[in-house]
T-cell receptor
């Protein structure tokens, strides 16, 4: 049973560029959440997708957007990258009303 | 929104001793409290969770206790082993599936 997978593993971008990160949920899961984890801190909730719609959003600017596909996989897009966007981006999946979230290994984004 | 505070930020224990990490939360409506372990270069791994209708839960060497009145919950690891060395995060949520995390505790088990 494959767990949550994310791609790419690492990414280096420059300020002002745009980036797309990808996530495939754990088998049987239909809900995907994205979190940002700065170095030495706990993950911060960005948004959650369910039935291809954004169900909830944290305190992140509109530069952060996402999408969920019919197969439940998801993308996180960040526009106009800032140095402060450098972080580990984590994807978590769960099934519907179940509370337990399972995390992927993350994508390390470095903005120069 | 929910605010979760976690203490201590670092914890060093001798192998075989116990480790205790404490968290407090601000929103009395929170009702789900998971604990995650994160090793270097990896994503958080769920190790145990507890819901607000339960006061204590145990899984082998790991236990979690919840005090709803005081709004705090704790992780207890007994008979620590070198492989328990990692960063541990507590989190809270309230039926909205959004997890609010503490800042983490770096646990080092000395051989």
């Amino acid at each position: 049973d494959a767990g949550v997978t994310q791609s790419p593993t690492h990414l280096i971008k420059t300020r002002g560029q745009q980036v797309t990160l990808r996530c495939s949920p754990k088998s049987g899961h239909d809900t995907v959440s994205w979190y940002q984890q700065a170095l030495g801190q706990g993950p911060q909730f960005i948004f959650q997708y369910y039935e291809e719609e954004e169900r909830q959003r944290g305190n992140f600017p509109d530069r952060f957007s996402g999408h969920q596909f019919p197969n439940y996989s998801s993308e996180l897009n960040v526009n106009a990258l800032l140095l402060g966007d450098s972080a580990l981006y984590l994807c978590a999946s769960q099934w519907g009303v179940e509370e337990t979230q399972y995390f992927g290994p993350g994508t390390r984004l470095t903005v120069l | 929104g929910e605010n979760v505070e976690q203490h201590p930020s670092t914890l060093s224990v001798q192998e075989g001793d116990s480790a205790v990490i404490k968290c407090t939360y601000s929103d009395s409506a929170s009702n789900y409290f998971p604990w995650y372990k994160q090793e270097l270069g990896k994503g958080p791994q769920l190790i145990i969770d507890i819901r607000s209708n339960v006061g204590e839960k145990k899984d082998q060497r790991i236990a979690v206790t919840l005090n709803k009145t005081a709004k705090h919950f704790s992780l207890h690891i007994t008979e620590t082993q070198p492989e328990d060395s990692a960063v541990y995060f507590c989190a809270a949520s309230k039926n909205d599936y959004k997890l609010s995390f503490g800042a983490g505790t770096t646990v080092t088990v000395r051989a």
